[in-house]
């Protein structure tokens, strides 16, 4: 068995393993599709660091292997962040003289990697065995990927790791020296201690932001917010910003497409109930191979499950079902008893090509031994035990005899042709040859339980794609639109696009260095994000782009923003400059009045005795740090002046404040929370700066 799949189910190990990396920066993921098409061999570079294509297939294969139920395209996505994750902090490392020796190398192997999590690599005591797993590693260049295809995966997956390892140590040490001395003080964790415990009784009333700005008419002009940027023009940074508007024309199937599709899987559906050959029609059909495998019902989708329930006789179908734009038809091709655990019991012989192999034997001589050892058994079964000797499983025979210990059918499905152990026709103590990518075993059944339904069947899926006079149709409509609308203006092209209810995205604002586009996501985002800031790209230009499902969009470059507060600022002042308004207005009409006067003009209920304190100050469901600070600054019985929330503007009372706890436990507890906080936020922080500052490129076809 590869031994990478046991890591593979348990995806929680490689999070763990990758969260190093992937905590300190937060990046947009949407990467591009055409990425193995570059300048140098290199997908792209990292303040001048290149990013070898090799680099990039080797951790793409990692991310395959460990996070397989994500698209191609996804997975693409994470391989690049992961790069840039693991490339900038440990770029600030080398630059201070920081460096990664032999033993560090060793050590993380031992204590960080994902093969410390493999118990074939570990000695009696769980300690990692690395004289193993060295041995492992001069395989996986040794052994020809034509015998052994899975040793071409692991290969990658171990170059990426020897290679990621370095930078991880060296981005660990810089961040472990910036924690050095990095502490809270006493005081802060008493003072936390009393945020925790300290709470304020309040009666409250809360007014919503819409109520307020209609009652009193509030409203914020665009003289209001150009006046107010004028005014504070030091608070924005210089940008350098482009303003988008795409109208997108997608190749959907059209209902002819669909109606020739359903003719296609009824001929299919009536071939499969008149028990037509289905492994054929399966194979040469369907999106997906011929499953041979058996399942038990505990294993199978709901949809399975259906068709047991309602057609549980072998040759029975169900379908076409229609899922979104896949048409599937199953039917159950086969059912059988099989035992749901099997203990089990091996003798091991391996020889130099196997993995984990220490011995010299070539296989021929492991072929002989084992063939000598099964003749043996199968004259005398009772002597197996004696015989364990022989094992090369070194592990399981000092820790338990030899034996493997339980193993469920629906965990490990290990059926082998010549012998599997599951099946019922196997009795107790019976005996079988195998071979493995661990060399040959004999197998001997040392208690069956849970006799169990395992059942076939077959898949056949179909996808409903637009045919060539559909996505011909889609192009001439593109045209036809452009045609239509060449001596309008933005606004009137938007508006006659909605008008047809065609797709579009009006003024997105983009920044060169972003990777996608809010709204999109396509494979297309960085490429027109790259068009838009060409050097020679002008306001009103436009481009048509298409990718690789025959979408088209017509992108409009509207506006190009150098050097002022761009308009996604502008307008989220608005919110900012209604509440001071609101403020205003509310402070001078109900200064000194009590609650129930403010609750009286606005006919709201007052809330009375909420209890608040600034380690929990969640009212309605949001965080509301304003009001705690208020709650325990007012006098007892007093009414606040107007306090700006979240989703409104609050007026409370203070009744009273207490403590819980006035005595301070697990004073090192609160102290350690309170650094590991710090820390992170620090990490966090820095990720801002350095993304900022570094220069990241990419080669693009």
Known sequence: MNFLNKIRKNTWIILSLISFSLLFFIIDPNFIQKIFISHYNSVGSINGDNISKKEYENCLEFLRKFMGKKSEFNLKNDAWRLLINEKLLSQQGYKLGIKNTGKDFWEFIETNSIYNKINDFKTIDGKMNIKKFKLYVQNLYKLPYGIFPQVKSEKKIWEYQKNSIKDKIVAKKYAEMLMYGLNVTDQEVKLNFK??????????????????????????????????????????????????????????????????????????????????????????????????????????????????????????????????????????????KIFDSVLVSHILISHKNSIYSLNKRNKKEAINIIKNIFLKLKKNPNTFNLLLKKSDDFINLGKSNGQLGWIKYDNQNITKKNFNIFSIKNKIGSIGLIETNFGYHIIRIDDQKNIKNAYQFGVLIKTLNPSKKTI?????????????????????????????????????????????????????????????????????????????????????????????????????????????????????????????????????????????????????????????????????????????????????????????????????????????????NLLEKLSDILLEKSKIKFYLK
């Open 195 to 336: 945020n925790k415990n300290n709470f304020s009784i309040i009666d409250y009333i809360l007014i919503p932001y819409p109520e307020i700005e209609k009652k009193y008419n509030i409203h914020i002009s665009k003289n209001d917010l150009y006046n107010y940027v004028d005014k504070h023009q030091s608070l924005y940074k210089k940008n350098n910003l482009r303003n988008i508007s795409i109208i997108i024309f997608r190749s959907i199937p059209s209902l002819e497409d669909e109606n020739n599709m359903r003719k296609i899987v009824n001929n299919f559906s009536y071939k499969l109930k008149h028990n037509y050959n289905h492994f054929d029609l399966i194979s040469k059909n369907s999106e997906i191979p011929f499953d041979y495998n058996f399942y038990t019902k505990d294993f199978i989708p709901p949809i399975f499950k259906f068709l047991l329930k309602k057609k549980n006789k072998i040759g029975n179908v169900i379908g076409p079902i229609k899922d979104r734009n896949n048409y599937i038809i199953i039917k159950l091709t086969g059912e059988k």
């Open 472 to 680: 011909d149709k889609v192009y001439k409509n593109v045209n036809l639109f452009l045609s239509k609308n060449k001596n309008y203006n933005l606004n009137q092209i938007i508006n006659n696009a909605r008008k047809e209810k065609i797709e579009s995205l009006f003024l997105e604002e983009i920044k060169e260095n972003q990777w996608n586009i809010n709204g999109l996501n396509t494979e297309l985002d960085k490429d027109i994000i790259n068009w838009s800031f060409q050097k020679d790209r002008k306001k009103g230009d436009t481009k048509i782009f298409f990718d690789s499902n025959n979408n088209y969009f017509i992108t409009y470059l509207y506006a190009i923003n150098k050097g002022k507060a761009s308009m996604k600022e502008i307008n989220q002042l608005v919110p900012n400059l209604i509440n001071k308004k609101i403020y205003k207005k509310l402070y001078k009409e109900y200064y000194n009045k009590n609650l129930e006067q403010i609750s009286h003009d606005f006919s709201k209920k007052i809330h009375k005795s909420y209890e608040i304190n600034f380690h929990n100050s969640t009212i309605n469901f949001v965080k509301e740090p304003k009001v705690s600070g208020a709650a325990f600054s007012l006098e007892k019985n007093i009414t606040s002046n107007p306090i700006l929330g979240t989703n409104g503007v609050f007026f409370i009372r203070s009744k009273k404040c207490f403590s819980k706890n006035k005595k301070l436990d697990d004073y090192l507890y609160n102290m350690e929370y309170l650094n590991n906080n710090l820390r992170k």
